[in-house]
């Protein structure tokens, strides 16, 4: 035989698609031709895969070897075809039967000496080769846990191109490796608990709505006030991940190569806090040749910190506007359209002026105050649901606020309860929190008592809130009475709504 195809998946973004590999063997001088719209990575697969063959005890073909990778118009990247290729190569040459490769997709890098290795964004590439109705995979051990995420597959774990040839050619499944033997427990550390944050009781009880609807907050304060600690928390106060949710999350760290080893799957609402020097491209994704995704899609399904905003870029805070909007990051290219999932909970932190010194120490001049400040853009804050100012405390607030705050896993237990009424509330529609329901639908199927929306009607008259505040204030409403297990929001309600979103509240 001189013709073999083999199928292997490509990854734009996080969206997989199948790659026929074909390999056609014919006479003339010995060579290599690679075809299909490959990266540089992929090109350099030549000769790295005729290394792996040779060391694993296999002939390379002579004469003239031609690599096509099919559809061609679609961009194709990175070292995980390199198992893929070698196959057909070996197929091709009659070294290995071809009809056992028939509905498998192979998905691994090869060393020289041809061993397997991990590649990154398999969880994607198996999840969307079962769409296409293939269910057996061959991987590196490495990538074998998170391939055997996706129900209804089996997988084939390999350490080498070797045992790949004995699969191929014998039937007989390589060897499982022992399961590691787990070191020595060690007394459980304390983790990142909410009541450790006190003197603060107004900013605690805004991470409680924040988690509670999936609302977006901003805290303004000086240095050592507890931001950055309140931040870090509301992880702690949010539910679990969904099943679909932990999938979704774990592709983008897979793709990302962010999976911890060990742990293949995200479980827990992810937290992302990059540096005030990142870049847009860093925020949001992209970089040089094929795309990456940014620390908003990292974020996915958790939470995004942004702490010392005003010390971001001013188009880098404003990048993150399409995302907060659309849930997604749209990034286009000359040859394709690339779209990362970013649905996450923005948190912000933000030093009143650049001294931030507090209180009768500041010396910044009211003008640079207010410059410093409005590199927050206007329409960037009206998408902050809850706006709270965190105060310097005394020793003794310090002392008497240990009997008030209340741990993380009470405040979860309150935020489970909120979720829950607002789930059955919207059972039957695309959305699960308050934060996430357009205001129109708000407005229509759940009207509020004009006698409670007199306060936001006076703020709209006085052109204190637009009309997208007066519905994220509508959805931070509901919020509260979730929590208040009220069957709609009332006056009071309504009025806290106001405050927390104009800051008032401060």
Same mark, same amino acid.
């Given at each position: 035989?001189?013709?073999? $195809?083999?199928?292997?998946?490509?990854?734009?973004?996080?969206?997989?698609? =199948?790659?026929?590999?074909?390999? !056609?063997?014919?006479?003339?001088?010995?060579?290599?031709?690679?075809?299909?719209?490959?990266?540089?990575?992929?090109?350099?697969?030549?000769? @790295?895969?005729?290394?792996?063959?040779?060391?694993?005890?296999?002939?390379?073909?002579?004469?003239?070897?031609?690599?096509?990778?099919?559809? %061609?118009?679609?961009?194709?990247?990175?070292?995980?075809?390199?198992?893929?290729?070698?196959?057909?190569?070996?197929? %091709?040459?009659?070294?290995?039967?071809?009809? /056992?490769?028939?509905?498998?997709?192979?998905?691994?890098?090869?060393?020289?000496?041809?061993?397997? /290795?991990?590649?990154?964004?398999?969880?994607?590439?198996?999840?969307?080769?079962?769409?296409?109705?293939?269910?057996?995979?061959?991987?590196?051990?490495?990538?074998?846990?998170?391939?055997?995420?996706?129900?209804?597959?089996?997988?084939?774990?390999?350490?080498?191109?070797?045992?790949?040839?004995?699969?191929?050619?014998?039937?007989?499944?390589?060897?499982?490796? *022992?399961?590691?033997?787990?070191?020595?427990?060690?007394?459980? $550390?304390?983790?990142?608990?909410?009541?450790?944050?006190? #003197?603060?009781?107004?900013?605690?009880?805004?991470?409680? =709505?924040?988690?509670?609807?999936? !609302?977006?907050?901003?805290?303004?304060?000086?240095?050592?006030?507890?931001?950055?600690?309140?931040?870090?928390?509301? *992880?702690?106060?949010?539910?679990?991940?969904? *099943?679909?949710e932990a999938l979704e999350a774990?592709?983008?760290?897979?793709?990302?190569?962010?999976?911890?080893?060990?742990?293949?799957?995200?479980?827990?609402?992810?937290?992302?806090?990059? !540096?005030?020097?990142?870049?847009?491209?860093?925020?949001?994704?992209?970089?040089?040749?094929?795309?990456?995704?940014?620390?908003?899609?990292?974020? !996915?399904?958790?939470?995004?910190?942004?702490?010392?905003?005003?010390?971001?870029?001013?188009?880098?805070?404003?990048?993150?506007?399409?995302?907060?909007?659309?849930?997604?990051?749209?990034?286009?290219? %000359?040859?394709?359209?690339?779209?990362?999932?970013?649905?996450?909970?923005?948190?912000? %932190?933000?030093?009143?002026?650049?001294?931030?010194?507090?209180?009768?120490?500041?010396?910044?001049?009211?003008?640079?105050?207010?410059?410093?400040?409005?590199?927050?853009?206007?329409?960037?804050?009206? $998408?902050?649901?809850?706006?709270?100012?965190?105060?310097?405390?005394?020793?003794?607030?310090?002392?008497?606020?240990?009997?008030?705050?209340?741990?993380?896993?009470?405040?979860?237990? /309150?935020?489970?309860?909120?979720?829950?009424?607002?789930?059955? @509330?919207?059972?039957?529609?695309?959305?699960?929190?308050?934060?996430?329901?357009?205001?129109?639908?708000? $407005? @229509?199927?759940?009207?509020?008592?004009?006698?409670?929306?007199?306060?936001?009607? @006076?703020?709209?008259?006085? #052109?204190?809130?637009?009309?997208?505040?007066?519905?994220?204030?509508?959805?931070?409403?509901w919020t509260l009475a979730d929590?208040?297990?009220?069957?709609?929001?009332?006056?009071?309600?309504?009025?806290?709504?106001?405050?927390?979103?104009?800051?008032?509240?401060?």
């Amino acid at each position: 035989m001189t013709l073999a $195809r083999t199928r292997c998946i490509t990854l734009l973004g996080v969206q997989g698609h =199948i790659v026929e590999v074909e390999v !056609h063997l014919g006479g003339g001088d010995p060579g290599v031709t690679l075809v299909g719209l490959p990266d540089a990575a992929l090109r350099e697969a030549r000769d @790295r895969i005729r290394a792996a063959v040779v060391n694993s005890g296999e002939a390379w073909p002579s004469g003239q070897i031609t690599i096509s990778l099919s559809p %061609a118009s679609l961009p194709k990247s990175g070292s995980l075809f390199d198992l893929a290729i070698a196959a057909a190569v070996l197929a %091709a040459a009659s070294a290995v039967p071809q009809d /056992r490769l028939e509905g498998t997709v192979l998905i691994a890098e090869l060393g020289l000496d041809g061993r397997a /290795r991990p590649v990154r964004g398999v969880l994607p590439a198996v999840v969307a080769a079962r769409e296409h109705e293939y269910s057996r995979f061959v991987v590196a051990h490495g990538n074998a846990a998170e391939a055997r995420l996706v129900p209804e597959t089996e997988v084939v774990a390999v350490d080498s191109l070797e045992e790949v040839c004995a699969w191929l050619r014998e039937g007989v499944l390589p060897e499982e490796p *022992p399961p590691a033997v787990p070191p020595p427990r060690r007394p459980a $550390r304390q983790g990142p608990d909410l009541a450790d944050v006190l #003197g603060q009781p107004v900013a605690r009880r805004a991470v409680e =709505i924040a988690a509670a609807g999936g !609302h977006n907050l901003l805290m303004l304060g000086s240095p050592g006030t507890g931001k950055s600690l309140l931040a870090e928390r509301l *992880p702690t106060v949010l539910p679990g991940l969904s *099943p679909a949710e932990a999938l979704e999350a774990t592709a983008i760290h897979s793709v990302a190569g962010l999976l911890p080893q060990g742990s293949p799957l995200v479980t827990v609402p992810p937290f992302a806090a990059p !540096h005030h020097t990142s870049t847009r491209a860093a925020i949001i994704g992209g970089g040089s040749g094929y795309p990456s995704p940014g620390w908003a899609s990292k974020a !996915h399904t958790g939470v995004l910190f942004v702490d010392e905003a005003p010390q971001f870029g001013r188009g880098v805070l404003d990048s993150l506007r399409e995302p907060l909007e659309r849930g997604e990051v749209v990034l286009a290219r %000359a040859t394709s359209t690339v779209t990362f999932p970013a649905r996450f909970q923005l948190v912000m %932190a933000a030093n009143p002026c650049p001294c931030a010194k507090p209180g009768t120490l500041c010396t910044c001049p009211a003008g640079e105050r207010r410059r410093y400040f409005s590199r927050i853009s206007g329409p960037l804050l009206d $998408r902050i649901d809850l706006k709270v100012e965190l105060q310097q405390v005394s020793r003794a607030e310090l002392l008497a606020d240990r009997a008030f705050a209340e741990s993380s896993e009470v405040v979860a237990a /309150r935020v489970a309860a909120a979720r829950a009424r607002a789930a059955r @509330r919207l059972e039957g529609t695309p959305w699960t929190t308050n934060a996430q329901v357009p205001g129109s639908y708000l $407005r @229509r199927e759940f009207p509020v008592e004009p006698k409670a929306l007199q306060v936001l009607g @006076r703020a709209m008259d006085l #052109g204190q809130i637009s009309a997208r505040g007066v519905d994220r204030a509508l959805r931070v409403a509901w919020t509260l009475a979730d929590l208040a297990a009220h069957d709609r929001p009332g006056e009071e309600e309504t009025a806290c709504a106001f405050a927390l979103w104009s800051g008032r509240a401060w």
